[in-house]
């Protein structure tokens, strides 16, 4: 249960810096909301470590707790309670009228003791089991095969499963499986289609005059897919859905890693290398995609700084979407032992290159023409042709792209493995100096070996942690030295008195900096939960315990 309320609060966190505080007040609306937000995260933060200390507690032959584990878990748990008793006794005194609540000492005090208690997680959780994992290409078992372990992430319909890719990734159980790497990437795209429909629907009904009165709409003449989502609230909706592209677009680079080691363990061919690198850009992409509803388009002109960036950001999403497709055409086309090409799948990446040109080719020239007074670059039609072929274009991925090489991946719990031992397979994520990997736990994630390895579940969860911390000290540093009036005069110093944890990465442009570190940590926390079920499964094959289920819903 704390797993997953861990995972949902890594997306909704990312809504702090779409909601900022008013300025006028912190009782305001966005000021509650952005409160609100900041709380809930910091409350699941708690109930997820909570949850690991009790199933310690409770599960002696496979965790080692001490009384400092004890003694930690009690202060983390009063200073989450001071400091959810300061912010809404602050923010409800400043609603109706009261002016400073509590002396400033007291609440910054109170932030101190939280950061400290948050930053401590990685040193006083216990570490809980090790899991081992043996990952091969699945040549003689079945791509079908979902697995042996009755214990699945989600339950939903088979129906929808086959119509929705994503929901494969969901649906997979949470033991030993097989199952085509490539559904990650269908995933993703399902994702993009799917905010598409949501938000298009939503601003259509509610809020139509955000779609014709675009700024985008005056220079290239069409509806082009944004305009259904780039501003409040339908640009909320589609923040947290696209969230979600984080964990798929990632976990995609590990698993196209994995596969190309596996096939290739003397090294890379330079089709793998290039497969490896335009997956790393399009998960890189999925984080910078996120930015594009805090960039809005300018309402005046699309030619303003505001409309470059947020057009060029939305260009290299759509070329990196593209050369991963194409890398996997390539891949596929070079090793036909594992991959089955298909002439409609030259077609495809033939008519799918040619659909992002144009799609290129055509945003520059609009944009540039509004630049420089040129007025209305290109026919309406001609626009909305490109939108619409793209659009088909990337919804068809799944369809016509070879399914490759099927992974089989066999989980356990390390009873006599060493946990230190980081794998057999030499080639790694990346080469970080060991040193750096002992400081920093989200460094030994990117560290591991991209085949067999052992490693400790918790590592994810610390990971996370230590993202809020790197986020907290880079932003303040950015905004303290460039920024330094938006520290003083943030509207919750004058309520609260003292200096908050966000006074750093409220506003831009540290908050673009805040977003892009902190959507990592959707990455961390659901691959958390993911391996939070797999041990819950592994240790009680015949059902989960009351606790057990109580760390999967908190992750």
């Given at each position: 249960?704390?797993?997953?309320?861990?995972?949902?609060?890594?997306?909704?966190?990312?809504?702090?810096?779409?909601?900022?505080?008013?300025?006028?007040?912190?009782?305001?609306?966005?000021?509650?909301?952005?409160?609100?937000?900041?709380?809930?995260?910091?409350?699941?933060?708690?109930?997820?470590?909570?949850?690991?200390?009790?199933q310690a507690l409770y599960d002696e032959k496979n965790f080692n707790v001490q009384r400092s584990n004890t003694v930690f878990i009690?202060?983390?748990?009063?200073?989450?309670?001071?400091?959810?008793?300061?912010?809404?006794?602050?923010?409800?005194?400043?609603?109706?009228?009261?002016?400073?609540?509590?002396?400033?000492?007291?609440?910054?005090?109170?932030?101190?003791?939280?950061?400290?208690?948050?930053?401590?997680?990685?040193?006083?959780?216990?570490?809980?089991?090790?899991?081992?994992?043996?990952?091969?290409?699945?040549?003689?078992?079945?791509?079908?095969?979902?697995?042996?372990?009755?214990?699945?992430?989600?339950?939903?319909?088979?129906?929808?499963?086959?119509?929705?890719?994503?929901?494969?990734?969901?649906?997979?159980?949470?033991?030993?499986?097989?199952?085509?790497?490539?559904?990650?990437?269908?995933?993703?795209?399902?994702?993009?289609?799917?905010?598409?429909?949501?938000?298009?629907?939503?601003?259509?009904?509610?809020?139509?005059?955000?779609?014709?009165?675009?700024?985008?709409?005056?220079?290239?003449?069409?509806?082009?897919?944004?305009?259904?989502?780039?501003f409040a609230p339908a640009s909320w909706v589609a923040l947290l859905l696209c969230s979600m592209n984080v964990l798929f677009t990632?976990?995609?680079?590990?698993?196209?890693?994995?596969?190309?080691?596996?096939?290739?363990?003397?090294?890379?061919?330079?089709?793998?290398?290039?497969?490896?690198?335009?997956?790393?850009?399009?998960?890189?992409?999925?984080?910078?995609?996120?930015?594009?509803?805090?960039?809005?388009?300018?309402?005046?002109?699309?030619?303003?700084?505001?409309?470059?960036?947020?057009?060029?950001?939305?260009?290299?999403?759509?070329?990196?979407?593209?050369?991963?497709?194409?890398?996997?055409?390539?891949?596929?086309?070079?090793?036909?032992?594992?991959?089955?090409?298909?002439?409609?799948?030259?077609?495809?990446?033939?008519?799918?290159?040619?659909?992002?040109?144009?799609?290129?080719?055509?945003?520059?020239?609009?944009?540039?023409?509004?630049?420089?007074?040129?007025?209305?670059?290109?026919?309406?039609?001609?626009?909305?042709?490109?939108?619409?072929?793209?659009?088909?274009?990337?919804?068809?991925?799944?369809?016509?792209?070879?399914?490759?090489?099927?992974?089989?991946?066999?989980?356990?719990?390390?009873?006599?493995?060493?946990?230190?031992?980081?794998?057999?397979?030499?080639?790694?994520?990346?080469?970080?100096?060991?040193?750096?990997?002992?400081?920093?736990?989200?460094?030994?994630?990117?560290?591991?070996?991209?085949?067999?390895?052992?490693?400790?579940?918790?590592?994810?969860?610390?990971?996370?942690?230590?993202?809020?911390?790197?986020?907290?000290?880079?932003?303040?540093?950015?905004?303290?030295?460039?920024?330094?009036?938006?520290?003083?005069?943030?509207?919750?110093?004058?309520?609260?008195?003292?200096?908050?944890?966000?006074?750093?990465?409220?506003?831009?442009?540290?908050?673009?900096?805040?977003?892009?570190?902190?959507?990592?940590?959707?990455?961390?926390?659901?691959?958390?939960?993911?391996?939070?079920?797999?041990?819950?499964?592994?240790?009680?094959?015949?059902?989960?315990?009351?606790?057990?289920?109580?760390?999967?819903?908190?992750?």
């Amino acid at each position: 249960v704390t797993a997953v309320a861990l995972a949902l609060a890594s997306n909704l966190w990312l809504l702090l810096w779409l909601i900022e505080p008013s300025r006028g007040s912190l009782g305001g609306w966005t000021g509650v909301v952005h409160t609100c937000i900041f709380l809930s995260c910091a409350l699941a933060k708690y109930l997820c470590a909570l949850a690991f200390y009790l199933q310690a507690l409770y599960d002696e032959k496979n965790f080692n707790v001490q009384r400092s584990n004890t003694v930690f878990i009690v202060v983390y748990g009063f200073s989450v309670t001071l400091l959810a008793a300061t912010y809404l006794y602050g923010m409800f005194a400043d609603r109706f009228g009261e002016g400073l609540a509590l002396p400033s000492w007291m609440t910054q005090s109170v932030d101190v003791l939280w950061i400290a208690c948050v930053c401590s997680i990685t040193s006083f959780c216990a570490k809980g089991p090790a899991l081992h994992v043996t990952q091969e290409i699945a040549l003689n078992i079945p791509a079908e095969s979902q697995g042996e372990v009755r214990t699945r992430m989600c339950t939903c319909p088979k129906w929808l499963e086959r119509v929705l890719p994503f929901v494969s990734v969901l649906n997979a159980p949470a033991g030993t499986h097989t199952f085509y790497p490539r559904m990650y990437l269908s995933a993703s795209n399902q994702v993009f289609g799917c905010t598409l429909i949501v938000t298009w629907l939503m601003t259509y009904t509610f809020f139509p005059a955000q779609i014709e009165d675009h700024p985008a709409k005056r220079i290239i003449g069409s509806y082009n897919p944004c305009f259904g989502w780039d501003f409040a609230p339908a640009s909320w909706v589609a923040l947290l859905l696209c969230s979600m592209n984080v964990l798929f677009t990632w976990r995609y680079v590990w698993l196209e890693e994995t596969c190309a080691t596996l096939l290739s363990p003397n090294g890379l061919t330079g089709v793998q290398t290039f497969g490896k690198v335009t997956a790393v850009a399009l998960a890189l992409a999925s984080n910078l995609w996120l930015l594009l509803w805090l960039i809005e388009p300018s309402r005046g002109s699309l030619g303003g700084w505001t409309g470059v960036v947020h057009t060029c950001i939305f260009l290299s999403c759509a070329l990196a979407k593209y050369l991963c497709a194409l890398a996997f055409y390539l891949q596929a086309l070079y090793d036909e032992k594992n991959f089955n090409v298909q002439r409609s799948n030259t077609v495809f990446i033939v008519v799918y290159g040619f659909s992002v040109t144009l799609l290129a080719a055509t945003y520059l020239y609009g944009m540039f023409a509004d630049r420089f007074g040129e007025g209305l670059a290109l026919p309406s039609w001609m626009t909305q042709s490109v939108d619409v072929l793209w659009i088909a274009c990337v919804c068809s991925i799944t369809s016509f792209c070879a399914k490759g090489p099927a992974l089989h991946v066999t989980q356990e719990i390390a009873l006599n493995i060493p946990a230190e031992s980081q794998g057999e397979v030499r080639t790694r994520m990346c080469t970080c100096p060991k040193w750096l990997e002992r400081v920093l736990p989200f460094v030994s994630v990117l560290n591991a070996p991209a085949g067999t390895h052992t490693f400790y579940p918790r590592m994810y969860l610390s990971a996370s942690n230590q993202v809020f911390g790197c986020t907290l000290i880079v932003t303040w540093l950015m905004t303290y030295t460039f920024f330094p009036a938006q520290i003083e005069d943030h509207p919750a110093k004058r309520i609260i008195g003292s200096y908050n944890p966000c006074f750093g990465w409220d506003f831009a442009p540290a908050s673009w900096v805040a977003l892009l570190l902190c959507s990592m940590n959707v990455l961390f926390t659901w691959r958390y939960v993911w391996l939070e079920e797999t041990c819950a499964t592994l240790l009680s094959p015949n059902g989960l315990t009351g606790v057990q289920t109580f760390g999967k819903v908190t992750a």
